[in-house]
């Protein structure tokens, strides 16, 4: 079945304490990205990758750190956590576009993040 | 300043109604023109795609684009309680994508 996986879906943590939320998809998709959504402010990009090693800040990356060294995965990464990273988030992947116009992302279940 | 735009809701509309949706962008180079349905608790699902002016329609949806007025539109027609979701607007231009806050939909039996 074509997926897109996350780990862990939910996490309660303290502020400052490193955290990793895995990303994996079996599609092979070249385009990966990750998405924070909160209440009244919808989904907003923090990090997105076109391919292996190459990756670019979204709309809101601070505070948050990604890697692309194999196809499949996408790893969030937070050194951090602050409170104001409690969030909903989401990965996503898709195919890579053609001409300018971008595919559709297939998503995530979401990793609901509290930090304390 | 929000990149996209849409009425937060609760649009609400009787069983069989027509459901019209609405989102506006302020980027104008942006290309690529998506719909996708939300259950609470759930990850966003497409529904649609439109790439280029005019109409777009798949079953009982139809997307509607204008370029020139930075508008895009999603309408369900015969609408039903299953349609209840939040349906976000998403906007990408050169692989950055911006999402819309969404539009809760209540379709009542």
């Known amino acids: 079945e074509a997926q897109v996986t996350q780990n862990p879906r939910y996490l309660i943590t303290v502020t400052g304490k490193k955290l990793t939320v895995t990303c994996s998809q079996n599609?092979?998709?070249?385009?990966m990205s990750w998405y924070r959504q909160d209440p009244g402010l919808g989904l907003r990009q923090i990090y997105y990758?076109?391919?292996?090693?190459?990756?670019d800040k979204g709309d809101v990356p601070e505070g948050y750190k990604v890697s692309r060294k194999e196809k499949r995965n996408f790893p969030l990464i937070l050194e951090s956590p602050s409170p104001n990273q409690t969030s909903l988030y989401f990965c996503?992947?898709?195919?890579?576009?053609?001409?300018?116009?971008?595919?559709?992302?297939?998503f995530g279940p979401g990793t609901r993040l509290t930090v304390l | 300043q929000k990149e996209v735009e849409q009425n937060s809701g609760p649009l609400s509309v009787p069983e069989g109604a027509i459901a019209s949706l609405n989102c506006t962008y302020s980027?104008?180079?942006?290309?690529?023109f998506f719909w996708y349905r939300q259950y609470s608790g759930k990850s966003p699902e497409l529904i649609m795609f439109?790439?280029?002016?005019g109409d777009k329609e798949d079953g009982r949806f139809t997307a509607q684009l204008n370029k020139a007025s930075q508008y895009v539109s999603l309408l369900i027609r015969d609408s039903q309680p299953s349609d209840s979701a939040t349906y976000l607007c998403?906007?990408?231009?050169?692989?950055?994508?911006?999402f819309g806050s969404g539009t809760k939909l209540n379709v009542k039996p």
């Open positions: 996503a992947s898709s195919a890579p576009g053609t001409g300018g116009v971008d595919n559709e992302q297939f």
């Open positions: 599609m092979n998709h070249e385009y």
């Open positions: 990758s076109m391919n292996v090693e190459v990756t």
């Open positions: 980027d104008r180079g942006s290309q690529s």
């Open positions: 439109i790439y280029s002016n």
């Open positions: 998403a906007v990408t231009g050169f692989s950055k994508f911006y």
